[in-house]
């Protein structure tokens, strides 16, 4: 019950009827409409772009639009029910995975303290992120049957399978990025312990199977896309400029990368991931897998500036910081164990174990509310207001029009919420190119300007007052007619 409890807290976002934040939102709900319009998966995003569809993976996206289609609820609503149900997940999954390892009472407190202590992957619901902690948190609860493969039995092994292929049909990151971080601990186990190799290999090769069959329907047609050189460079450039990327170099690794891991996690979750290694001391062996994954995730991080790997431009810093989740929530329920552990000496702890418990419950009702629940509200895009227009869209404007818009503010999902052409799109760097040479080929037909300013906007109102016919305003929205 207190489990169910705190993941509710997750959906206060939608109890409270905000609209979904951030601009890379915009795209995951136009691909969410775009099913739903459709009744299946569509071959390209038209009417928007003609492009192929399914070069990015749409996991999250069929989700959202089954519940659209089941409950008749607005692509918008069903994307921001997935959107809060990704994080309840996350707990969820950090909760199973704790239990391997330490009673559920501490695998619950452990989980919590994790995932709302933590700055990130909270903060990444301001940014739309959504795709990515949903594949993370399938990669954590898979994560537990990988631990020690040898002790776990076959149809485990098909299960972890099965989640795995989930993590990377909805975002690759996770899945790829746990690779290179399990990779020096699994070889590492399997040198030493050479008398479960053949077991090793069976195992490893059944879930490998399992992964190859589910996946390869997606990476045939992510193989027949077309990903120019200009695309992976501008995906390279924008992983090293971002605000939350690593910018240090492999001369002051030492000194960037925990800094690094401050700016992601926040000083209190490192405060508590240090005492928690601390504790993990007296069991050598766990100790030293959970360092191996540190070490490993430091060296993806710094292929992350100079792209040794393949693909590096999958193995974005920030996102696969947030992997160390998964040794740090371990170590983290070893510390609770020992705390427990030591209190249950007292008798006194009976009697405030209640009070205990309250006081963690206000502290993260408040840790949900700053750094969750505020933040939504914070960079949402859309008011009531805007809804308002787009219907006017809807209603008023041909289906092949095309808007000039601000990046900053609502007019970036009139796509999402219109299917209308814009300038200014949230477009995945895989179709950059095909969206450049597309805007070249059209003429405006309206400016839109919205009610509220979340980014920066480029258009300015008065260009376009004595220029232009203004054919809507109302409540600080304005469209105007450009032909």
Known sequence: ???????????????????????????????????????????????????????????FHTL????????????????????????????????????????????????ILT??????????????????????????????????????????????????????????????????????????????????????????????????????????????MNISENEQIWQLQRNANKFLSWKGNITNFLFTIPSFFILIFGNNFIILSLMALYILINDKKLFRDIMIMILATTLVIINSRYNILPFSFLLLSERITTILLIPLSIAIGYLIKNIFSNFNKFKIFHKAGIVIISILFLIICIKNQIHYVNISDQFSMVTPNELEAFDWIIQNTPEDSYFLNNYGDAGLWIPALTLRKINLMQTPPLYLDEKEEFDKTVEPDYAYFGDKKVYETNLKLQDYESKYKKVYAKNNVVIFKIK
């Not at 993941?7 to 709900?29: C, E, K, N, Q, V």
């Not at 775009?34 to 772009?49: E, G, H, M, S, W």
């Open 1 to 59: 019950m207190v489990l169910i409890a705190v993941s509710l807290l997750r959906f206060i976002p939608l109890f409270l009827g905000f609209f979904p934040a951030s601009a890379d939102m915009s795209f995951h709900t136009l691909t969410t409409n775009l099913i739903v319009k459709a009744n299946q998966v569509p071959l390209t995003y038209d009417p928007i772009l003609s492009v192929n569809f399914g070069g990015y993976p749409t996991g």
């Open 115 to 224: 995932l709302f202590v933590a700055n990130n992957p909270q903060f990444f619901i301001s940014w739309g992120g959504n795709p990515f902690v949903l594949s993370l948190a399938l990669i954590v609860f898979s994560s537990r049957f990988i631990m020690e493969i040898t002790k776990y039995k076959l149809k485990d092994i098909i299960l972890f399978g099965i989640f795995a292929s989930a993590s990377i049909l909805t975002h690759v990151t996770p899945v790829y990025g746990f690779f290179y971080i399990y990779l020096p601990l699994f070889i590492l186990n399997f040198l030493k312990d050479k008398k479960n190799n053949l077991s090793v290999i069976k195992k490893g090769s059944l879930a490998f199977l399992c992964i190859i069959i589910l996946t390869l329907p997606f990476f045939i047609n992510y193989q027949s």
């Open 64 to 111: 959202s639009a089954y519940i659209s289609l089941l409950s008749n609820l607005p692509p918008y609503k069903s994307a921001l029910f997935m959107g809060n149900f990704t994080y309840a997940f996350l707990l969820l999954s950090v909760f199973f995975l704790l239990k391997k390892f330490v009673n559920s009472w501490q695998a619950l407190v452990a989980s």
